[in-house]
């Protein structure tokens, strides 16, 4: 012990050394720090500059009024279009249905394969990361017929917009297995599982009552990843004609470009509190959600 | 003290009983019922994804009538205005990958050096998550109310400023445009897919670097540029996907013609009229599964080296 205590002690006398050059690293190291600094807020001016300079524009032509007047006449006007309150309304609908269809397919799914078929684990991975690898146009021209098929064999239902929701459960699955798989890691859900089947739970319950509130923050952060997924898609709903918000901002902004520019900086900023929410509020689940890939 | 070691040798001895009273049999029967409950997942992604890949694939080598033919596909390489579409995806996705990534790493670094918790953080990562994947239709808007005929810095340059730049907006609408909009969404995209390797570049080796007596510049060359390279290079793969697949920007500023591959299969899509090839838009979206399959195993591969690093 003793032998360790002197040991230290003649370790310390050249770091003491050291310690009197220290001032001058330390100055460079400030001049440095000092540069980078500026060098930070260069880029962060510039950059977001770049970044803000369009969103700000949208601020500025969505609020034009008569003779150089500012005026939120193109908001209250977004109202006066009935297909834009439409188009809302049909995307708000389809993000519900996603939303509860993404999690009925993937949270068991994902839980079963840790408790039970932990073999399956990448298999599922690879399958819910798939859709990265092939872009929404492309799944738009093979899954066409597979629609034509559904509107003349569904009835009324086959022909919904709601049956969008079925490929859009498909475009969310890469940011929804990695938002759920971040919160499963964080967990010993396997554990969890074992115990509340000795209890005597069942699996509805196990995963439901004891799984679930467990994982809620990937869920959640999945949920709204999900939700702002379909508020913005385009490629699908316009290549099979449905007339979901982006597809009447697109048609509108034919008609009246200031009204939708305004639908389109509300819809943006939509988004934007919902991310910002998760990643507030959700926090290590929402870090790597909102990773990789678009589906523009 | 006693009690845990009785109980815990026990617990692996009667696991390992359950199967062995059970028998083999009744192991593999329950080990089937296990990946049964799988199906569901498997059907549906058969359904939705596989399936759709399925019918581009093979509606890619076949006739109207469903005979087997290679016209499809060598259209690709024969047909002016499908090479020229292809090659003019690929140019714009490689210029807008490499302008979004230099200029997203840029952005992700001068962000990690403040407080990993901060507000400038969450808000820079929301709002990148916001323009990197749900823009489209409403970025071109966007760079509209900017650059276009009655845009802000249209009208700025032409009235207020009188200089004679910008102010014919119709290059907005060209590939130029479409250069300038994607690389405007590939900077957020860039930021939140390197933001965690930067992370992972860790202070001590900063530190470790410059009380060798090494400069900010040496750190970067021996240390810092090693580490990050194949994060940077990974990323730079998927900006290359991500500008390649785009479709609802062009769709939306493009005007005039199909310049590029996702628009032409888009034309191809909507109006399948000329007879003998009602197929080529398959043979396209064949050729863009095969570009983005090879790139992103690629990404995958980078990936997985890039990880090691990453905390």
Same mark, same amino acid.
């Given at each position: 012990?003793?032998?360790?205590?002197?040991?230290?002690?003649?370790?310390?006398?050249?770091?003491?050394?050291?310690?009197?050059?220290?001032?001058?690293?330390?100055?460079?190291?400030?001049?440095?720090?000092?540069?980078?600094?500026?060098?930070?807020?260069?880029?962060?001016?510039?950059?977001?500059?770049?970044?803000?300079?369009?969103?700000?524009?949208?601020?500025?032509?969505?609020?034009?009024?008569?003779?150089?007047?500012?005026?939120?006449?193109?908001?209250?006007?977004?109202?006066?279009?009935?297909?834009?309150?439409?188009?809302?309304?049909?995307?708000?609908?389809?993000?519900?249905?996603?939303?509860?269809?993404?999690?009925?397919?993937?949270?068991?799914?994902?839980? &079963?394969?840790?408790?039970?078929?932990?073999?399956?684990?990448?298999?599922?991975?690879?399958?819910?990361?798939?859709?990265?690898?092939?872009?929404?146009?492309?799944?738009?021209?093979?899954?066409?017929?597979?629609?034509?098929?559904?509107?003349?064999?569904?009835?009324?239902?086959?022909?919904?917009?709601?049956?969008?929701?079925?490929?859009?459960?498909?475009?969310? %699955?890469?940011? =929804?297995?990695?938002?759920?798989?971040?919160?499963?890691?964080?967990?010993?859900?396997?554990?969890?599982?074992?115990?509340?089947?000795?209890?005597?739970?069942? &699996?509805?319950?196990?995963?439901?009552?004891?799984?679930?509130?467990?994982?809620?923050?990937?869920?959640?952060?999945?949920?709204?990843?999900?939700?702002?997924?379909?508020?913005?898609?385009?490629?699908?709903?316009?290549?099979?004609?449905?007339?979901?918000?982006?597809?009447?901002?697109?048609?509108?902004?034919?008609?009246?470009?200031?009204?939708?520019?305004?639908?389109?900086?509300?819809?943006?900023?939509?988004?934007?509190?919902?991310?910002?929410?998760?990643?507030?509020?959700?926090?290590?689940?929402?870090?790597?959600?909102?990773?990789?890939?678009?589906? !523009? | 003290?006693?009690?845990?070691?009785?109980?815990?040798?026990?617990?692996?001895?009667?696991?390992?009983?359950?199967?062995?009273?059970?028998?083999?049999?009744?192991?593999?029967?329950?080990?089937?019922?296990?990946?049964?409950?799988?199906?569901?997942?498997?059907?549906?992604?058969?359904?939705?994804?596989?399936?759709?890949?399925?019918?581009?694939?093979?509606?890619?080598?076949?006739?109207?009538?469903?005979?087997?033919?290679?016209?499809?596909?060598?259209?690709?390489?024969?047909?002016?205005?499908?090479?020229?579409?292809?090659?003019?995806?690929?140019?714009?996705?490689?210029?807008?990958?490499? =302008?979004?990534?230099?200029?997203?790493?840029?952005?992700?670094?001068?962000?990690v050096?403040?407080?990993?918790?901060?507000?400038?953080?969450?808000?820079?990562?929301?709002?990148?998550?916001?323009?990197?994947?749900?823009?489209?239709?409403? %970025?071109?808007?966007?760079?509209?109310?900017?650059?276009?005929?009655?845009?802000?810095?249209?009208?700025?340059?032409?009235?207020?400023?009188?200089?004679?730049?910008?102010?014919?907006?119709?290059?907005?609408?060209?590939?130029?445009?479409?250069?300038?909009?994607?690389?405007?969404?590939?900077?957020?995209?860039?930021?939140?897919?390197f933001l965690p390797s930067l992370d992972g570049l860790r202070?001590?080796w900063?530190?470790?670097?410059?009380?060798?007596?090494?400069?900010? &510049?040496?750190? &970067?060359?021996?240390?810092g540029?090693?580490i990050l390279?194949?994060s940077?290079?990974?990323?730079?793969?998927?900006?290359? !996907?991500?500008?390649?697949?785009?479709?609802?920007?062009?769709?939306?500023?493009?005007?005039?013609?199909?310049?590029?591959?996702?628009?032409?299969?888009?034309?191809?899509?909507?109006?399948?009229?000329? %007879?003998?090839?009602?197929?080529?838009?398959?043979?396209?979206?064949?050729?863009?599964?095969?570009?983005?399959?090879?790139?992103?195993? %690629?990404?995958?591969?980078?990936?997985?080296?890039a990880s090691r690093w990453v905390r």
């Amino acid at each position: 012990m003793t032998g360790m205590g002197q040991g230290s002690v003649g370790a310390a006398a050249p770091g003491g050394g050291a310690l009197v050059k220290r001032p001058k690293g330390a100055g460079r190291g400030r001049r440095r720090s000092r540069l980078q600094t500026s060098g930070r807020i260069a880029i962060l001016v510039l950059v977001f500059g770049y970044l803000v300079l369009p969103l700000f524009a949208m601020a500025e032509f969505s609020t034009r009024g008569d003779y150089g007047s500012r005026s939120l006449a193109s908001y209250a006007a977004i109202f006066e279009y009935p297909d834009v309150v439409d188009g809302i309304m049909t995307s708000l609908e389809i993000a519900v249905v996603t939303v509860f269809g993404m999690l009925l397919l993937l949270v068991p799914t994902m839980i &079963w394969t840790v408790v039970r078929v932990p073999r399956m684990r990448r298999v599922v991975e690879f399958l819910c990361l798939l859709p990265l690898a092939i872009p929404a146009i492309v799944i738009v021209v093979g899954i066409a017929p597979i629609y034509r098929w559904m509107g003349q064999n569904l009835g009324v239902f086959g022909g919904s917009p709601l049956t969008l929701a079925f490929i859009n459960i498909i475009l969310v %699955l890469p940011y =929804a297995y990695r938002a759920i798989d971040s919160s499963i890691r964080t967990v010993d859900v396997a554990t969890l599982a074992e115990a509340a089947r000795s209890l005597g739970a069942g &699996w509805p319950r196990t995963i439901l009552q004891v799984i679930v509130p467990n994982i809620r923050g990937g869920i959640l952060s999945a949920s709204v990843l999900a939700v702002a997924l379909v508020l913005g898609e385009y490629t699908i709903s316009s290549l099979l004609s449905f007339h979901t918000l982006q597809v009447v901002i697109y048609l509108l902004g034919k008609r009246d470009p200031f009204v939708s520019v305004a639908v389109s900086l509300a819809a943006l900023v939509f988004a934007f509190v919902l991310l910002y929410l998760i990643a507030r509020f959700a926090p290590g689940a929402g870090k790597r959600a909102v990773e990789e890939e678009p589906a !523009t | 003290m006693t009690g845990t070691p009785i109980i815990a040798p026990a617990s692996p001895g009667t696991t390992a009983a359950g199967p062995a009273t059970g028998g083999a049999g009744s192991r593999r029967f329950r080990g089937a019922k296990n990946y049964l409950a799988l199906i569901p997942f498997h059907a549906y992604v058969g359904f939705f994804l596989v399936l759709p890949t399925a019918i581009v694939a093979i509606g890619a080598f076949t006739t109207a009538q469903g005979d087997f033919t290679l016209d499809n596909l060598t259209r690709l390489f024969t047909d002016d205005v499908l090479v020229s579409a292809f090659m003019k995806s690929i140019q714009l996705a490689i210029m807008t990958a490499i =302008a979004g990534a230099i200029l997203g790493a840029l952005l992700a670094w001068a962000v990690v050096r403040g407080d990993p918790n901060g507000q400038l953080r969450q808000v820079v990562i929301a709002a990148s998550g916001v323009l990197a994947q749900f823009g489209g239709v409403m %970025l071109a808007f966007a760079f509209l109310a900017t650059f276009g005929f009655n845009g802000l810095v249209t009208i700025l340059f032409k009235d207020y400023l009188h200089v004679d730049m910008l102010t014919d907006a119709s290059w907005l609408y060209s590939l130029t445009g479409l250069a300038v909009v994607y690389t405007y969404f590939q900077i957020p995209l860039m930021l939140i897919v390197f933001l965690p390797s930067l992370d992972g570049l860790r202070q001590e080796w900063y530190e470790a670097s410059s009380s060798l007596g090494g400069s900010s &510049w040496s750190f &970067w060359r021996s240390v810092g540029g090693p580490i990050l390279a194949p994060s940077f290079l990974g990323a730079l793969l998927l900006l290359f !996907t991500n500008a390649f697949s785009a479709y609802a920007t062009a769709a939306a500023l493009v005007s005039q013609g199909s310049p590029i591959i996702t628009l032409q299969i888009a034309s191809q899509f909507q109006s399948e009229v000329v %007879l003998g090839q009602e197929n080529v838009g398959k043979a396209i979206a064949l050729g863009m599964i095969i570009i983005v399959s090879i790139v992103m195993t %690629l990404y995958a591969l980078i990936q997985r080296r890039a990880s090691r690093w990453v905390r």
